[in-house]
């Protein structure tokens, strides 16, 4: 018997068992590599909504909790994944400055935006009018933290590379049991997935498409990430990720025409050199209507939790979410309404 049988091994997945871990309970992960967002993400985290001028909900504490999260794992796998950069918006008019005080004055605000204004000159973009720093940003590399807790995962026999198969999923009076694995609780962690889950396939789950590049542009000399239509993000070597689009028909994880087109215009938008696209991804975000995570317990099995809906911003809130679900699991901790997946239950 196991405590937590974790569906999904994205950064909703990975953010729970790592808390589960910490909290001396056994976890098993069944994965079948059938979503990619997590893999393919920018790996951004930046605690302003810079096109509304507003703070990221809870942002401060949010950071703390990622800021500790991914030092611990870090330290575990023995490689480095949180790049803490400044992130620099590009402005395009003396009334785009303006704004930016005015936001920087705003006391929730105010630790997040630099007052000092940059006028650095960065070869192949033209910035008469400068721009503006946030603060406490950076990146995480989704990808070579997911590769290397697989590998963690496989040397103490944590994971099963499989498909959950929704049919074979029984309770039990103490907990549930799937095929010969008996758990305490079950947490689905499956992303955009979750559209198959019988369990939790009512709630309203939108996704929304997103594709990006990895460009080399040897005539840009970037070292920050650079936020405007999209962001340009420094790999080092004169390599780039750029990204992303936002598309809410196409829900498929398949690069197409029409983002490659989109992405090459606003990059020229940005930067005046030529560039060699290496490589095009495309992802779907589990996004939600109103924005908010999905996060809970199964009105009728007690055993079934969801941690979901992390939209846009998996890096900073799967951390935070996971921590909230555990503690709501086993310390009866009540969960913010705004994030309880209750908020969805039809009221008589
Ligand atoms: C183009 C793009 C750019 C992004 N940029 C950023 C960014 O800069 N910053 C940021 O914070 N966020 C970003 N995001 C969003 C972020 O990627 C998501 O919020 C996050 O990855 C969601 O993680 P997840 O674990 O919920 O889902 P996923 O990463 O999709 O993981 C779900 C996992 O469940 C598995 N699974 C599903 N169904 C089953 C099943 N039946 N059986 C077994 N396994 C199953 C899948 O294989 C997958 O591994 C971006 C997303 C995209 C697409």
């Given at each position: 018997m196991i405590d937590y049988l974790i569906i999904g091994s994205g950064l909703a997945g990975i953010s729970f068992s790592e808390i589960a871990l910490q909290n001396n309970k056994s976890i098993l992960f069944l994965d079948n590599?059938?979503?990619n967002s997590s893999k393919i993400a920018g790996g951004l985290y930046n605690p302003v909504i810079l096109k509304r001028f507003?703070?990221?909900?809870q942002a401060k504490e949010h950071l703390l909790i990622m800021n500790q999260f991914f030092a611990n794992l870090e330290r575990k796998l023995d490689c480095k994944v949180d790049f803490k950069l400044p992130i620099l918006r590009k402005f395009f008019s003396i009334e785009e400055q303006n704004n930016w005080f005015s936001a920087s004055d705003k006391a929730n605000l105010a630790p997040f935006l630099s007052t000092n204004l940059i006028f650095k000159k960065y070869s192949s973009i033209d910035s008469p009018f400068g721009y503006g720093e946030v603060l406490q940003t950076g990146y995480i590399d989704t990808s070579l933290l997911l590769s290397k807790y697989r590998e963690y995962l496989m040397e103490n026999k944590l994971f099963r590379e499989e498909f959950f198969d929704y049919t074979l999923l029984q309770e039990e009076i103490d907990g549930i049991r799937y095929k010969d694995i008996r758990a305490r609780h079950i947490i689905f962690?499956?992303?955009?997935?979750?559209?198959?889950?019988p369990y939790f396939?009512?709630?309203?789950?939108d996704g929304t498409k997103g594709e990006l590049f990895i460009i080399k542009a040897p005539s840009l000399d970037l070292d920050v990430i650079m936020n405007t239509s999209v962001f340009i993000l420094p790999l080092g070597n004169s390599i780039y990720k750029v990204g992303a689009t936002y598309n809410w028909t196409d829900k498929t994880a398949i690069p197409t025409e029409e983002g490659k087109k989109e992405l090459v215009d606003k990059i020229k938008e940005i930067i005046n050199c030529d560039f060699e696209i290496i490589e095009h991804f495309a992802g779907v975000r589990p996004t939600v209507k109103d924005r908010r995570p999905l996060v809970g317990t199964h009105t009728s099995h007690n055993s079934i939790h969801i941690l979901n809906g992390?939209?846009?911003r998996g890096v900073m809130l799967g951390p935070a979410m996971a921590k909230a679900l555990f503690e709501n699991i086993e310390y009866q901790k009540t969960l913010d309404k705004t994030i309880d997946?209750?908020?969805?239950n039809k009221k008589s």
């Open positions: 590599n059938s979503q507003s703070e990221v909900a962690a499956e992303g955009f997935g979750m559209h198959s889950n396939n009512n709630l309203p789950l992390l939209g846009t997946i209750q908020r969805f």
